[in-house]
């Protein structure tokens, strides 16, 4: 067979297999090489293509689609350095277990390391960042290679989505001329042909004999706490609320948890900790007997510091399938095992109901009052940066996603978001906990659909207004809320923020630029409300708007600073008279 | 001693020794756990700092400014994503051999994969791509490791510039406190002391009784072409152009090969071989009896086919250092051997002048002036692509830089830079000629104190706006020329352009945006010229402003297409009339 029906129907195949194992949507970012993949993903009727130019962006904005879907997002780019612009992605993907499909298009062997145009070493591009990658074999055509072509994408679909998800990596050498046939006989293989290779992958569940034994256990400790850390399994809310009530332990929720908010019973979310964590008084007062965590470790540093203060309790990490995530250095149990059935495994060997009501849990919830008062209260009509998240928080629509950036906005996400009934889905880049990609990554997810509302900093917006383009480019619904306190703002919050001579430079930070430039340039609707109700004004129309919405809210690093001390130390002032006396 | 002492004199003496070792500039994006190396690079009176926020941009700002100055320049990071933002600009390091330092903070051991927050694995981060790596040791500071601090900082200055240059990584894992303390009595070590370590790097020469051998091989072939690539070195110009002159020999000059414009002879400079050699009856006529080329493969895609046209001829590529860049396949000799020695000493052995004005010379300068003459007259007042950088490398000011872009730019810099006395350095990403990081890189070179030029295309314009931030932030004098076809030019020479169901979606990749607001927003001045002679007016008052302009010149991607196959068949119509009868 020739060359370019080698090269159509191996492709062909190799994107129908994609198609049949799940996959959606691609990623594509303009080149040469990489037209084979290219074409023949856009020729195909079930995969919807995304053309992102710069491709650090173009692989953001897969990793937020993906993160929205579950389902894996395929890239695709020519040779050289776009693939290394995939880097940063790749490396959060890995980090927060996220399905993507890096599909690297390569100059052959026989041009490689040769010094020929745009050809770098691709090979294992991603090191240890990826969970697989395949060097693909030259196009051919031979039923085996077709064969191979549909094994080897069923497989890359299916490998980034089973166990920890992640990302992988397949390299495809191509020769020219690049350009595939479409016109070919049964381009897409046998008309209806089921998936050449299916994967059914089962859960983790411990022994009965276990989960009676270790129900036992945790029924004979007096001081229980549930710990959600970030996670995405949403059914874990209904089942975690469920342990706990039974069980009369508090959970402290995690914003990124999706336990805060929900149709499930709240009754014992804690989402106050931060604020009345941070007293050494309190944290002792409330040392635990046990503490069970599913999911990351939380944002706060408040509960990193309340774990640290417990060295001698019992702690017991549940993962789904592996890994090791205790950065205290504290002993713990690691229970390997599917995060909702373990729930509901417990639940079934709870001897007794506890307590609805016990004393431990009492304290908990009276703390949380406390805090969850002050803040409703500390509203002054001035448009600080709580204000601006608090206004956010309480207007996002229902059944709505919130994107949150890293630095000051997932830390004022963790103190406003409060339980409600609404069903907000809570994404965030909390892998590497990069400030870079945000834009694309919020437009990402909105581009499966859901309403997505991205709050980040300027330096984040900034750094990925490139991601814009795409917002622009396919009309996207999206509403980004930027808190612009003209520069690194959590610095302010460091110890670096004492030194005079450096900090402005190294740290401070403040860009000096008018966004709304820019977001004219993609031709945004762009808001900059002054007060809390201009604000809301401008959040409710701009989720009414078609397309991109930017609200910039624009702040004080100093005054920030000030804000949150005072809150903190008013919040801390009322437990210590109110609860700790 | 206590841990902020440690980490002050390890880190202190790392950056002087840095210092004594050559390193003038640093690159530094801001972080908190890269606090001690920001500060002390901040603090120490005899390194530049540069901010840059993006840290894909300060990579290849690092990287502008390394190719501009030739010395090496030090990237400093925080851990995470923030590193692999380095990789595209490390990777172009690595294929374009410019000594480039990261220097990437990291979490220490303990806080490393167990889910500490922006914590990633750091270790050999950039796999293949840098000349080495390195962990540091954690801050100490007894004298063996201020010793140690000190050698591994001078060997990774003089790594990255010794041999083939690159890019070298040490990774510094930090424990907090992060400040340093710069009170400490002697700090940067003993006054006026010498550099810890020195390196004397020899040249490669091959021995008296080679040279002589092979001049008298070269001397017994009547048709010889001398072939210089992209390269740096600017001693090349002088002694290529005596041994042509001498041997009787054409030079094939690549635009970025510093050969084309100087005070050197330019009788036997060929620049218009790119439109010749298309035409396979001249590639056949010019069949040479060997080729000696200096530097990379050309860009020209022509003279590429010109040596795979002639497999059985004889060619010698001349590498200083190590390295195998022949990517035609045919069969070479290759010559390890410092490039201006090699001429200077062929010269010497040089048995006879062959010919100054022999008729196989003559041949190649009368095409060169059909080409030149051809050149020349084509301006139709209208400001096609070609006409703008007709204009732009005529008016460059002397002894400036042009930092050319990838696609388009380079090849329409090929066809218009015409010899002359001006000295020009030529730089571009040739490297893996990526679209990405053109703006940094030139920013980065504008940092050096060279005007500089850039010229590059809406997309690769797009691609690094974020550059745009440090030019306004340093008021850099840059001019930047963005040739706006409103997508991707190069695409329409392919045969994908004949795709007419995906070309526009896949290839074209029309931007629509107007980058006037964004250089608006970045505070450049602004022009917009639609003839050749507002183009010359704006380049020139440009020339004269501080800070950055830009100047954008708006064409048509199928015009220029036509205009470009009018110009390549009208040169072949007349050499084959006029020459070739």
Known sequence: ????????????????????????DVVISPGSRSTPLAMTFAEHPEIKEWIVLDERSAA?????????????????????????????????AHQSRVPLLALTADRPHELRDVGAPQAIDQIKLFGDYVKSFHEMALPESIPSMLQYARTRAARAAN??????????????????????????????GEPLQEPYTIWHEGQKRLSDSFMKQFAAKLSSFKKGVIVCGPQVKEELAEAVSLLAESFGLPIIADPLSQVRTGEHATNNIIEGYDAFLRN????????PDYILR?????????????????????QYVVEHHEGYREPVGNPTEFILADSVSFCSDLLEEAPTIIAEDNEWLAQWKQMNEVVKKHIAKVADGSLTEGEAVKTLVEIIPDNSSLYVGNSMAIRDVDTFLMTSKKKLTLLANRGANGIDGMVSSGVGAAASGQPVTLLLGDLSFYHDMNGLLTAKHYNLNITI????????????????ASNEKHFEALFGTPLHIEFQKAIDMYGGSYYNPTTAMELKEALQSSYKEKGLSVVEVKTDRTDNFHWHKKLWSGIEHEILKTVME
């Open 60 to 92: 953001y904005f897969g990793l937020g689609l993906a993160k929205q879907t579950k389902r894996p997002v395929a890239l695709v780019c020519s040779s050289g350095t776009a693939a290394a612009n995939y880097f940063p992605a790749i490396v959060e």
């Open 481 to 496: 809320l930027v808190v612009n306190n003209n520069g690194g703002g959590i610095f302010s919050f460091l110890p670096q």
């Open 294 to 314: 599913f999911g990351a470790m939380p944002v706060s540093k408040a509960y990193l510091f309340y774990v640290k203060d417990h060295i001698d309790v019992n």
């Open 1 to 24: 067979m020739n060359h370019i029906e080698n090269l159509t129907r191996y492709i062909a195949n190799f994107v129908d297999e994609l198609s049949k194992s799940g996959l959606t």
């Open 159 to 188: 490998e980034a989505l089973t166990g920890n998800a992640g990302p992988v990596h397949l390299n495809f050498p191509f020769r020219e001329p690049l350009i595939p046939d479409f016109s070919l006989e049964n381009l897409w």
């Open 280 to 287: 050494e008084k309190v944290r002792n007062a409330l040392k």
